[in-house]
């Protein structure tokens, strides 16, 4: 069984920086891809960037040159740990912000980290 850990929300305003960071631990893991989702009040959960198990990352087009998300080490079967790093920051971006792993098993998911982007 995986846990996942998020950490690294708050406030900020606008154009500020924030970093989250998302630490999966298990044993053993098999990590496809850990990738970070959020969500905004009334609104429906949308992915935000994702890292793969050969380094390839990928972003939503809103996030594209703001957003960075990298990893500790290439992935392993005890714990692995991911960071997004988000510059230029708009209130447009308030949400909690969820960590998603993806396994062969399956997906899981952290309890989220709220991001608030004062104007």
């Known amino acids: 069984q995986v846990q996942v850990a998020e950490s690294g929300g708050g406030l900020v305003q606008a154009g500020g920086s924030l970093r989250l960071s998302c630490t999966a631990t298990?044993?053993?893991?098999?990590?496809?891809?850990m990738a970070w989702y959020r969500q905004a009040p009334g609104k429906e959960r949308e992915f935000v960037a994702g890292?793969?198990?050969?380094?390839?990352?990928?972003?939503?087009?809103f996030v594209k040159g703001r957003f960075t998300i990298s990893r500790n080490n290439v992935w392993n079967n005890v714990k692995n740990t991911v960071h997004l790093q988000m510059n230029s920051l708009e209130p447009e971006d308030t949400a909690v912000y969820y960590c998603?792993?993806?396994?062969?098993?399956?997906?899981?998911w952290g309890q989220g980290t709220q991001v608030t982007v004062s104007s």
């Open positions: 998603n792993v993806n396994q062969a098993w399956g997906p899981s």
């Open positions: 298990g044993r053993p893991l098999s990590v496809n891809t």
């Open positions: 890292i793969y198990s050969n380094g390839q990352t990928k972003y939503a087009d």
